[in-house]
């Protein structure tokens, strides 16, 4: 006598938490090269239907948000499978982004979400080195290579070149918003949906930025059975790296970094 079972249902699942780039010695941000791997294997399993993504992110280099965005969906069109996103704390600017490689984004009620606008900040240390005596000496071979350099007066044509290229960036964003939305947005000239502004899990469903108001283990058994197993993969770090980063020389060279890190989670009281 034979006994057949029937193999239940495998729903891949990554989590993408951090800044958008490069973090540290170690890379310990969100970056291309360092999700390819755990992304392509979510995608290797043949009899798997639907992808999981769980994001939780302020956002960070839009060029890295976009190379992610763009692997995700080159990955599913090639190997027909449905990606579901879910929102964590925050997916917010460049988090919000590759968010939209998913065919449904759920977040939490109060998760952040949006931001869909282009930032660049610095310094002017220019009084404060004439203060204490310091002479600037810079030379450069093209006019334009010392483009807003934080030691010397602001030039308006610099400043005009760096917000021409920022709404470039701009519309490049909000392309990909309408491209993975679609008519699912709601009135975003009117709502302000592309001015950078940010709202709650639940505001942001109204907006048609989100699909609906859950977590990742609820939404999946509910669309899929309780019975299916949600396979959680994690990218593990180098023995070396997780040996060192713990250095005092590791700290602080990181330290920038993480200063860095905190003023983006902070923009979103996190």
């Not at 759920?106 to 310091?134: E, L, P, T």
């Not at 005009?160 to 993975?180: A, G, N």
């Not at 019975?227 to 700290?251: C, G, M, N, P, R």
Request: with cysteine; proline share 2%; charged share 30%.
């Amino acid at each position: 006598m034979f006994s057949f079972f029937k193999k239940k249902k495998i729903i891949p699942h990554i989590r993408l938490t951090g800044v958008i780039g490069s973090s540290g010695r170690f890379k310990q941000g969100i970056d291309f090269s360092g999700q390819q791997e755990i992304i392509k294997k979510a995608f290797s399993f043949k009899k798997a239907k639907n992808i999981a993504i769980s994001i939780n992110s302020p956002g960070g280099s839009p060029v890295q948000s976009h190379l992610i965005h763009d692997y995700i969906k080159q990955l599913a069109k090639k190997n027909e499978k449905k990606v579901i996103v879910f929102a964590e704390d925050v997916a917010a600017s460049g988090g919000y982004l590759i968010a939209c490689a998913g065919d449904e984004i759920y977040a939490n009620s109060s998760s952040i979400i949006g931001s869909i606008g282009v930032i660049s900040a610095s310094f002017g240390f220019q009084d404060a080195i004439k203060k204490i005596g310091i002479q600037r000496r810079v030379y450069t071979a093209g006019k334009n290579k010392s483009t807003l350099d934080p030691f010397k007066e602001e030039k308006e044509e610099d400043i005009e070149r760096i917000k021409r290229l920022q709404l470039e960036l701009h519309s490049d964003f909000i392309d990909v918003v309408k491209k993975s939305r679609g008519s699912k947005l709601k009135e975003p000239e009117k709502n302000n949906t592309f001015t950078g502004e940010f709202w709650s899990g639940t505001a942001s469903m109204k907006l048609g930025l989100i699909d609906g108001i859950g977590n990742a283990e609820q939404i999946l058994r509910e669309k899929f059975g309780e019975d299916i197993v949600i396979k959680k993969l994690e990218k593990q770090k180098s023995f070396i790296a997780k040996k060192l980063s713990s250095s005092i020389d590791s700290q602080i060279d990181n330290l920038a970094s993480v200063m860095e890190e905190r003023a983006l989670w902070q923009k979103f009281g996190l």
